[in-house]
């Protein structure tokens, strides 16, 4: 089962590169919540539900980390701030100097309660509105996490690194995911047991 739903998973994802979500990200900057918002889901890989459930107390801005904790929901038209989706989706991302920067600035203006207090609902219509005023193909905002691993494997970071910034379960889940998207590596282990023989058999 696992299997299937990661070659599903595969098959329906759509990823951003560095350069199309530096295309789309101007298209929302006239509002500092989606502005903010969207470097965050495209820059730390965190969930939609984890993004929203942020307080500024989940920040050390002189540590530069993160504090995943939580997760916002909304049921039956009320917000709910739930346990995170597994245990191990509780965890700490680093944050670059932009990003810490970014967020302190908008966090000052916000310092009481969520960062982020509106809904998926309104993540949805902020990214048809960018993709439309900037020509970049439409995703979805989970694929905005797919686009953060996508960076990081192209980056060269082993898959358990990955496995701990994205808070998956397992580095089996990691794996099953985005294995597509790990380069066949088989032809350079071939060449450098050649280089190796050929020294050793001098």
Not at 11 to 19: D, L, Q
Not at 131 to 149: E, P
């Amino acid at each position: 089962m696992a299997g299937t739903i990661g070659k599903t998973q595969a098959e329906e994802m759509h990823i951003w590169t560095p350069e199309e979500f530096a295309q789309f990200a101007p298209a929302i900057r006239n509002k500092p919540c989606s502005w903010v918002a969207f470097h965050l889901l495209f820059w730390t890989g965190i969930r939609s539900g984890e993004l929203l459930a942020l307080t500024r107390e989940d920040f050390d801005f002189e540590a530069k980390t993160l504090s995943i904790t939580k997760n916002y929901a909304r049921q039956n038209q009320k917000d709910l701030i739930l346990s995170p989706k597994t245990p191990k989706s509780k965890r700490m991302v680093t944050l670059p100097d932009f990003l810490v920067d970014m967020v302190r600035e908008y966090a000052d203006e916000h310092p009481e309660g969520r960062l982020f207090p509106q809904t998926k609902h309104y993540l949805y219509h902020e990214m048809q509105r960018g993709c439309k005023n900037s020509g970049v193909q439409r995703i979805r905002i989970h694929d905005l996490r797919h686009s953060h691993a996508s960076f990081l494997i192209e980056k060269g970071f082993s898959p358990l690194l990955i496995a701990e910034r994205l808070g998956h379960e397992n580095i089996q889940t990691t794996l099953q995911i985005y294995s597509h998207l790990y380069p066949n590596k088989q032809s350079e282990v071939a060449c450098k047991i050649q280089d190796f023989y050929q020294a050793f058999s001098r």
